[in-house]
């Protein structure tokens, strides 16, 4: 099993930045592809960004392509988003998410294919 919380969420202004963590406790984070997904009222959760296990290859939303971005600490057993240029649209909860992968090149963009969810963490962007 693997416990994953995530924080850092808050509220901001349009253009300014956040940096979202989430810690991973009960197995090895670098056996897991790992990605962040989001949910804005009224909305199904939707795909932001996701890491291969090693942090080499990530793969991001067309809505956050330039603005946001996926690291990873394997040693801190934590994932984390970078948050560029916040819109008003990107308001929304935001979960991080993990699935055991042995291969060290999935970068998983589908709900169903992860296993383990943090319980997610407010983001609010004001105009």
């Known amino acids: 099993q693997v416990q994953l919380v995530e924080s850092g969420g808050g509220s901001v202004q349009a253009g300014g930045s956040l940096r979202l963590s989430c810690a991973a406790s009960g197995r090895t984070l670098s056996n897991y592809a790992t990605g962040w997904f989001r949910q804005a009222p009224g909305k199904e959760r939707e795909f932001v960004v996701s890491?291969?296990?090693?942090?080499?290859?990530?793969v991001a939303a067309d809505s956050v392509k330039g603005r946001f971005t996926i690291s990873r600490d394997n040693a801190k057993n934590t994932v984390y988003l970078q948050m560029n240029s916040l819109k008003p649209e990107d308001t929304a909860v935001y979960y991080c998410?993990?699935?055991?992968?042995?291969?060290?090149?999935?970068?998983?963009?589908?709900?169903?294919?992860?296993?383990?969810w943090g319980q997610g963490t407010q983001v609010t962007v004001s105009s």
């Open positions: 890491s291969s296990r090693s942090g080499d290859i990530t």
């Open positions: 998410a993990a699935v055991y992968r042995a291969s060290y090149i999935s970068t998983p963009k589908s709900r169903s294919e992860y296993d383990y």
